[in-house]
């Protein structure tokens, strides 16, 4: 039985803060699981430049898996699928538990986050009104860096010495050992049992979610057909006006996000001598940022001027050599939460402007598949080359001033475009 919708913000539909919700609960536990595995990882005696192949195996499935999760989040209730692929996620839990190996087991994760992207964008475009969409992205951008930042507290909490060593969670992790799926000696255990629940709390959730009442044409369920069609509609939305140059600053943006996860993450350790713990904690100032900045725009940006927030993409940039040339958490801290905020600032609009366009060119699910593939694109390509320097031992700083003279190089070049193609 659905559960009795919450009373909606002004102007949202019936069941918009039980997606908000379902989204934030997974989203939370996606990011927790991250740095048990990073710690799970440690705990393994692997070498540093697994941890980003964690990330790499998490995104895989986005690229792989993009022709086919478009239409199959047109062909059914977004909502129930999306409970689903909760129920995906956790299973790639019961295989960390299980003691198999941690990329794999993050390739399924990946998987059910792949068919859970083109769910919860494609029902803000399907419940929410176009005059509204700024602002329901606002609110899913906070949520989605909100289960950011306080998912790494939690994956941070759920790694520390005072954690691991409570005698009530060892009695835990000792009760766990004796069920046959649980492989032995992780000190971890009780950790991923509690994701296990979070990734359940979500799937409830997504109860409350109502159908849209959205229906899409059947679409050929042939794989070479699905291919041919998802390359159609890829060339589509790159070759719009605006369609292209929102896809092409979100796609810039979510490979530095991911690849700051972990530049941040190792620099905290080697130049600030911090526990990885203590590390995942200072990533919390990026998410308070961000959250900032994305309030902020959803109010104060409307969708006309999506486009206007282009060189904050620059200052994005220009910013991680000012990071990297921090000496001191006190400074460090202030300075990762304006970067936050720039980037919370331009990514907000410019995704609502994607996802406008994309809604009309194509539908929310395939529009999304395409985004999400373009985007995970740039994460794996932006990994493997963070993993590769640090396997070269290339030294953090250095690597963190590279990375980001060339996006704002990148950044420069979009708006260079804007300014020659006439967009206002």
């Known amino acids: ?108 994760v990946g998987f059910g986050a792949a068919a859970y992207a083109p769910c919860k964008y494609g029902l803000i475009t399907e419940l929410v009104p176009m005059h509204r969409l700024v602002a329901a992205n606002g609110w899913l951008e906070v949520s989605v860096v909100g289960a950011a930042l306080l998912g790494t507290v939690l994956g941070g909490v759920l790694v520390s010495p005072w954690w691991l060593g409570a005698a009530w969670l060892q009695a835990i992790s000792q009760a766990l050992a004796a069920w046959p799926v649980v492989a032995d000696g992780s000190a971890l255990a009780a950790s991923l049992a509690l994701l296990l629940a979070l990734y359940g709390l979500a799937g409830l959730f997504n109860v409350g979610v109502p159908d849209s009442g959205a229906r899409y044409p059947a679409s050929q369920i042939h794989p070479v057909a699905l291919v041919r069609a998802f390359w159609r509609d890829h060339k589509t939305l790159w070759r719009d006006r605006d369609g292209g140059l929102s896809l092409a600053v979100t ?68 910013m991680m050599p000012v990071v990297a040339s921090a000496g001191a958490l006190s400074l460090a801290v202030p300075l990762l939460a304006i970067v936050g905020i720039v980037g919370g600032l331009m990514v907000v609009p410019l995704n609502a402007l994607l996802q406008h366009r994309g809604h009309q060119l194509l539908s929310a699910g395939r529009s999304i598949a395409v985004q999400g593939c373009s985007e995970n694109a740039s994460i794996l390509a932006m990994l493997a080359g963070y993993a590769a320097m640090i396997a070269l031992d290339v030294p953090i700083v250095p690597l963190m001033w590279g990375f980001g003279l060339a996006i704002a190089a990148a950044m420069a070049l979009l708006m260079a475009r804007v300014k020659t193609t006439g967009l206002r």
């Open 1 to 108: 039985m659905p559960l009795p919708a919450p009373r909606p913000a002004p102007d949202f539909p019936p069941g918009f803060r039980w997606l908000i919700a379902a989204q934030f609960s997974s989203a939370l536990a996606d990011n927790a699981l991250l740095i048990v595995t990073i710690a799970l990882l440690q705990e393994q005696g692997l070498p540093g430049w697994w941890a980003p192949l964690l990330k790499f195996g998490f995104t895989v499935s986005y690229v792989l898996l993009a022709p086919f999760v478009g239409p199959l989040a047109d062909a059914f209730a977004k909502a129930r699928l999306m409970a689903c692929m909760n129920a995906v996620k956790a299973l790639g839990v019961l295989a960390l538990l299980a003691g198999v190996q941690p990329v794999l087991a993050f390739v399924v």
């Open 251 to 318: 796609t810039i943006f979510w490979g530095v996000g991911a690849t700051l996860q972990f530049a941040v993450l190792r620099w905290a350790v080697d130049e600030l001598g911090l526990s990885l713990g203590q590390a995942a904690y200072l990533q919390a100032a990026v998410a308070v940022g961000v959250v900032a900045g994305a309030t902020a725009a959803g109010r104060w940006v409307p969708l006309s001027r999506a486009r206007r927030m282009l060189p904050a993409g620059v200052v994005l940039g220009l």
